[in-house]
Structures are given as C-alpha cells and as structure tokens.
C-alpha cells in the first residue's frame, strides 16, 4: 500500500508516522497521534474500570545503578526503569505499528489520559512521579 504525500508523491505506507520526513512537505508526519480521546466523555482523573473491576497495572522494572552512599545520612542514590501498563477501553488507537521495542505516545497525549500515580514516599526529591517519553 501507499500514502500519497499533499504535493502527490506516493510512498510506500511504512513510512507514513515513522518519526521522518519523508515527504518533501513533511506531510507524512501530519496527524500522527496513536490515541484517540473523546474531549466530551474521557475523564483523564478517573482510572478505567473493565466490567466494574478495578484496573489491573503491571508493573516491570530494573535498576540503572545504585551508589553514592552516604552512611551518616543513611541515603543512597538509585535510578529505576519502571515500565507500566494497562488497558484503557475508553480510548481508540490509530497509527499503530509493529515496532519491536513498541509505541510510545507523545507527552501531549501523555498528560490527556489517565496515568497511574507511581510515588516514591522515602525519595530525596520528594514524592513525584516523572515519565520520560
Ligand atoms: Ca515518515
């Protein structure tokens, strides 16, 4: 299959949101977005519920390092890759991809949808939650 660019070039689909221009007018890169919200009913502050259960996350991660200890403070720095996932079916998927490492959203549609909370409460830097995109 192909995608005709807006000045009528034709690629092939593969390239159509890949994160390149490859149209000389970008518009290959237009519209791109995976989600789908619906402004009118999607409430981002409400978790999705699956047939009245509460929402199942699961959770991966793997320590980046750990060190600088401090013995009289009885701290330690540490960093954490933490993936999360759950199932929304309040939202629609589109542009999706087969991508071995899998999607990422972008950080606009990051901060549309309902997160979960991730919170370190003995943390130095206080009780935050960060996503890196
Ligand atoms: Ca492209």
Redesign the pocket.
């Known amino acids: 299959m192909e995608f005709s660019c807006w000045d009528g070039t034709c ?1 092939d689909l593969s ?9 000389f007018d ?1 518009s ?2 237009i519209d791109c977005q995976v989600v789908l919200i619906s402004k009118s009913s999607y409430k981002n502050e409400n978790p999705p519920f699956l047939s009245g259960q509460i929402t199942q996350i699961n959770v991966s991660s793997y320590i980046d390092y750990i060190g600088s200890f401090d013995r009289s403070a009885m701290t330690f720095r540490a960093g954490f890759d933490i993936d999360l996932s759950w199932f929304d079916k309040r939202l629609k998927y589109v542009n999706l991809k087969h991508i071995k490492s899998g999607m990422k959203i972008g950080r606009e549609e990051m901060n549309s949808i309902w997160v979960p909370r991730l919170i370190f409460t003995n943390s130095l830097d206080g009780e935050r939650t960060l996503f890196h995109l």
């Open positions: 690629l390239v159509r949101c890949n994160g390149i221009d490859d149209c970008s290959d890169e």
